[in-house]
């Protein structure tokens, strides 16, 4: 059996991990889209905001689209948070959405845990008036009016769309190595449509409600979910390479917090709900079987074993890093598979304590049932403070 363990650990393991990759990243390595020129203005927009209104930092980006823009925050917030929160809906006039539950945790400190972010528009999604609809965070912006990006998933007769995610610092080498990341990630977008990104997507407002409706409201992987769900009742979902900037960590300490959440919602998506994502065989695979279930294998390398499979490994994703990132040649991309090999080997398993972790502080599992339904409570007729559904200050 000696000899067995070690093929599979030294060979097997890291051809198949560099297959997988080799297979999805060629498929998509020259996909290519045609926008149309149709824009489409029926839509409105929900920004979740809580904690503090400094949180806010596409003020300027809303302004332009005024009334159609619908804030959404917590009934739990400072009489301060409503003051300016309010002076800013008078200001641009934008919508108000107060739900009827408050919140914990810090305000000083961005989630990357808890239901709010995904009750707010679940609980919102019922007042939104066009037959589209746009989630943003708030801090995200477009490349293009969103008119383009409605108008897309209109021409092509989605029910939902992903976006692209395009990083805009390169302000060190870490994000650097993460906009090679991204580039390939986005890219993917064509072979797994429904792999959304919460910062921005698109969608018919019946749809999303549908889908947010049967939501675990589980925070990391919330977005994934939102696409999964949707694929599994049957509407239609397609990606719309629609550049959306977005800020990625510099500092390893922010990469590590970042990864580490994003870790525990990989095993949440990949072995908690394996029965759902296995029908999709190439990203459970390579996300399941390879980078989770084959983890201890990985680290058979370094305990007394000889390091030909790392040698093998990492000689393989330089030569395949270097064709899928040609057009964006870099001396930084020799340094791709060390960047990979580092949060395979040490992200993937505090990933699976920090999903326990998670699981345990929001009393969630993140089970995903596509056929659970809940019915948000009607909005008031009469809208009284703190728990104002509407409001209107233009």
Same mark, same amino acid.
């Given at each position: 059996?000696?000899?067995?363990?070690?093929?599979?650990?030294?060979?097997?393991?890291?051809?198949?991990?560099?297959?997988?990759? *080799?297979?999805?990243?060629?498929? $998509?390595?020259?996909?290519? %889209?045609?926008?149309? +020129?149709?824009?489409?203005?029926?839509?409105?927009? /929900?920004?979740?905001?809580?904690?503090?209104?400094?949180?806010?930092?596409?003020?300027?980006?809303?302004?332009? %689209?005024?009334?159609?823009?619908?804030?959404?925050?917590?009934?739990?917030?400072?009489?301060?948070?409503?003051?300016?929160?309010?002076? =800013?809906? *008078?200001?641009?006039?934008?919508?108000?959405?107060?739900?009827?539950?408050?919140?914990?945790?810090?305000?000083?400190?961005?989630?990357?845990?808890?239901?709010?972010?995904?009750?707010?528009?679940?609980?919102?999604?019922?007042?939104?008036?066009?037959?589209?609809?746009?989630?943003?965070?708030?801090?995200?912006?477009?490349?293009?009016?969103?008119?383009?990006?409605? !108008?897309?998933?209109?021409?092509? !007769?989605?029910?939902?769309?992903?976006?692209?995610?395009?990083?805009?610092?390169?302000?060190?080498?870490?994000?650097?190595?993460?906009?090679?990341?991204?580039?390939?990630?986005?890219?993917?977008?064509?072979?797994?449509?429904?792999?959304?990104?919460? $910062?921005?997507?698109?969608?018919?407002?019946? +749809?999303?409600?549908?889908?947010?409706?049967?939501?675990?409201?589980?925070?990391?992987?919330?977005?994934?979910? $939102?696409?999964?769900?949707?694929?599994?009742?049957?509407?239609?979902?397609?990606? =719309?390479?629609?550049?959306?900037?977005?800020?990625?960590?510099?500092?390893?300490?922010?990469?590590?917090?970042?990864?580490?959440?994003?870790?525990?919602?990989?095993?949440?998506?990949?072995?908690?709900?394996?029965?759902?994502?296995?029908?999709?065989?190439?990203?459970?695979?390579?996300? !399941?079987?390879?980078?989770?279930?084959?983890?201890?294998?990985?680290?058979?390398?370094?305990?007394?074993?000889?390091?030909?499979?790392?040698?093998?490994?990492? *000689?393989? %994703?330089?030569?395949?890093?270097?064709?899928?990132?040609?057009?964006?040649?870099?001396?930084?991309? /020799?340094?791709?598979?060390?960047?990979?090999?580092?949060?395979?080997?040490?992200?993937?398993?505090?990933?699976?304590?920090?999903?326990?972790?998670?699981?345990?502080?929001?009393?969630?599992?993140?089970?995903?049932?596509?056929?659970?339904? %809940?019915?948000?409570? $009607?909005? /008031?007729?009469?809208?009284?403070?703190?728990?104002?559904?509407?409001?209107?200050? =233009?």
């Amino acid at each position: 059996m000696g000899w067995l363990i070690f093929l599979m650990a030294a060979v097997m393991v890291p051809l198949v991990a560099v297959a997988v990759d *080799a297979v999805a990243g060629v498929r $998509a390595r020259d996909k290519s %889209y045609q926008f149309g +020129v149709l824009e489409n203005a029926d839509f409105e927009i /929900l920004v979740p905001i809580y904690g503090s209104v400094k949180y806010l930092e596409n003020i300027e980006y809303l302004s332009r %689209y005024g009334s159609k823009v619908l804030l959404c925050t917590t009934a739990g917030e400072t009489t301060q948070f409503y003051d300016e929160l309010y002076a =800013i809906t *008078a200001r641009h006039g934008f919508r108000l959405f107060v739900a009827r539950f408050g919140r914990g945790g810090n305000a000083n400190k961005r989630a990357t845990s808890g239901t709010v972010r995904d009750r707010l528009i679940r609980d919102a999604l019922p007042l939104v008036r066009a037959t589209y609809v746009v989630p943003v965070d708030a801090d995200t912006t477009t490349t293009l009016p969103l008119e383009r990006l409605v !108008g897309e998933l209109h021409r092509r !007769g989605y029910d939902l769309a992903s976006v692209r995610l395009v990083p805009q610092n390169t302000d060190s080498i870490l994000a650097r190595l993460q906009g090679f990341e991204y580039r390939m990630a986005m890219q993917l977008r064509f072979l797994a449509p429904w792999m959304v990104s919460g $910062a921005c997507h698109v969608a018919r407002t019946k +749809v999303l409600t549908d889908v947010m409706n049967r939501h675990s409201l589980f925070f990391q992987g919330n977005d994934v979910e $939102a696409g999964l769900i949707a694929r599994l009742r049957g509407y239609r979902i397609g990606h =719309i390479p629609f550049e959306v900037p977005t800020v990625v960590p510099s500092s390893f300490r922010a990469w590590y917090r970042q990864r580490l959440a994003w870790a525990g919602g990989e095993f949440r998506l990949f072995i908690v709900n394996f029965r759902y994502v296995v029908r999709h065989p190439l990203l459970w695979i390579y996300g !399941g079987l390879v980078t989770i279930a084959m983890f201890p294998l990985r680290w058979l390398e370094f305990e007394g074993f000889d390091k030909v499979g790392l040698v093998v490994a990492l *000689a393989l %994703y330089v030569g395949l890093v270097m064709f899928l990132h040609w057009q964006h040649r870099s001396a930084l991309l /020799l340094l791709m598979p060390l960047y990979m090999l580092f949060s395979s080997m040490l992200m993937t398993p505090l990933g699976v304590a920090w999903y326990f972790w998670m699981a345990w502080k929001d009393r969630n599992l993140g089970i995903i049932k596509p056929n659970r339904d %809940y019915t948000p409570p $009607a909005p /008031l007729a009469e809208p009284e403070p703190p728990y104002a559904w509407v409001r209107n200050y =233009i």
